[in-house]
């Protein structure tokens, strides 16, 4: 009988521990499936929702609902900044953009752009690319260095107009337009800026040569300029002096007053055998 008690009250309390149990995990995958039906976009990000592989539509920035065979992939929303910077190096463009001359002469360009991805486009850019990464490699760098060398294939370092330096907020200004016209359907360009531009040794070297040309061009002129000058001082004394024979007296008392050394023997007063002397005033 006894036995019979103690069987039947242990049965009843597995019975209820089952219960619990079964409850608590019910309560579990409740709370589970509810968590997974809503996820939370990234701010600035854009949320592209996937269903088994395709995707489905695009979510802006905070909290969303979604079925739970769905997933968010997130494409950044933030302004990005890449730069390609780097000269020659044995014979090669490393690092920078390079590019051909109008003189069929090669250069490195160095370049920054700033930019975002067009939050509308974000479904087709996914479809296109995948990913942040690719979108930077595959449409915005390779569009970039196909317009630097659209823009530098008129650039001709050695002519007259490019002799001081290359007018690299000019050609920035070029760049930064052409490459919105061409991908600002899917891709913000802030702005692109050229901040240095390496020329090849050859082409440097012609660049280094011309400038020491004309520089000395600039020199000779001054000193044309110079002596016309001198000429004309001249005559205007020479002139002066045969009017009054005085101005040549006082000219060289000028020079005495000031300190200059005249040469031994030299008088102010020619024939007079006088010492130069100066008043004090």
Not at 113 to 139: F, G, P, W
Not at 259 to 264: E, I, S, T
Request: net charge neutral; aromatic share 6%.
């Amino acid at each position: 009988m006894f036995v019979g008690v103690y069987l039947r009250a242990t049965g009843q309390g597995l019975a209820n521990g089952g219960t619990l149990t079964a409850a608590i995990s019910g309560a579990i995958a409740v709370l589970l499936f509810a968590l997974s039906s809503f996820t939370i976009v990234s701010t600035r990000n854009v949320g592209i929702t996937t269903s088994f592989g395709k995707p489905t539509g695009t979510l802006s920035n905070g909290i969303h609902p979604v079925a739970p065979w769905q997933k968010v992939i997130e494409l950044s929303g933030t302004i990005r900044t890449d730069s390609q910077t780097g000269g020659f190096a044995d014979g090669k463009c490393d690092g920078g953009t390079a590019v051909r001359l109008a003189n069929n002469s090669t250069a490195c360009v160095d370049n920054t752009v700033r930019y975002r991805i067009v939050q509308t486009a974000a479904d087709e850019l996914y479809r296109d690319y995948q990913s942040d990464e690719n979108i930077k490699n595959s449409l915005v760098t390779r569009e970039l260095n196909a317009v630097i060398n659209g823009v530098f294939a008129s650039y001709n370092p050695l002519s007259a107009e490019a002799a001081d330096a290359p007018k690299l907020d000019q050609l920035s200004g070029q760049v930064t337009d052409k490459l919105k016209a061409k991908i600002g359907k899917w891709i913000d360009v802030q702005g692109v800026i050229i901040s240095l531009v390496h020329f090849d040794q050859v082409t440097q070297d012609k660049i280094n040569a011309y400038q020491a040309q004309i520089a000395s061009t600039r020199i000779a002129e001054e000193s044309q300029r110079t002596a016309a000058a001198q000429a004309q001082a001249n005559r205007v004394l020479s002139d002066s002096v045969s009017r009054d024979p005085n101005v040549l007296v006082a000219k060289c008392l000028d020079l005495v007053s000031s300190g200059k050394a005249l040469p031994a023997g030299f008088q102010c007063w020619p024939g007079t055998g006088l010492a130069n002397t100066v008043p004090v005033r």
